[in-house]
């Protein structure tokens, strides 16, 4: 229920104050484990891609985002775990394959962190292409664009702005690839989303 809540009044603000556009839903499966890998160039990314999503998904957040006891709260109550930036967090992964293995979407950008829109990001890391070859689910690339004029690094506050979701159609990573070339790949599809 505060799943849906969430979802609804995230969806309305973006309609209202981002004039969201959403391009490409039919490329998100209607049911079974997938999943969604997006570039992140702002804080609003995950309520604003998550909202445009028609399926429930599952987000993997920084570990500090969870020191707040009410923000834990709530993170908890939409789906969210906790992972350790910077590190190999064998727990975070095995809750990724457990929340996989149950049918759910899992959200992912796989850059990591924050990129600053036009510069050349950071290569993506390898753990979304070891949970996409490893366990055979099909992955949708997203690309969303605008949230960081609504929502700059550094800004507390959001402002009004044009935002853009777009859905790619499916990847799937055949079992043997190497790992970091899945994630490589991966985020190759979501680059090209742009243009």
């Known amino acids: 229920m505060v799943y ?7 969806f309305l603000v973006s309609k209202i104050f981002f004039r969201m556009q959403v391009h490409g839903v039919e490329n998100i499966p209607k049911k079974g484990a997938f999943i969604l890998a997006s570039n992140h160039i702002s804080n609003l990314d995950p309520v ?9 998904l599952n987000y993997m957040a920084k570990e500090e985002l969870f020191l707040n006891p009410i923000l834990s709260l709530w993170m908890n109550a939409v789906g969210c775990f906790p992972v350790k930036r910077d590190s190999a967090d064998i727990s975070a992964l095995r809750e990724a394959i457990r929340r996989l293995k149950s049918g ?18 950071a290569q993506p890391q390898a753990g979304i292409g070891f949970l996409a070859a490893k366990h055979s689910v099909p992955v949708v690339p997203a690309f969303v664009k605008g949230t960081d004029q609504a929502m700059p690094k ?11 979701v777009f859905f790619g159609k499916q990847i799937h990573i055949g079992r043997g690839v190497p790992y970091q070339d899945a994630s490589s790949l991966i985020m190759e599809k979501i680059r090209r989303l742009a243009s």
Do not use: M
């Open 48 to 56: 604003t891609v998550g909202s445009a999503c028609p399926r429930r």
């Open 4 to 10: 849906l809540i969430s979802k609804f009044i995230f």
């Open 104 to 121: 759910g979407g899992l959200f992912l950008f796989p850059e990591g962190t924050r990129q600053e829109p036009g510069v050349k990001s």
């Open 154 to 164: 550094g800004a507390k506050f959001i402002k009004p702005a044009r935002v853009s």
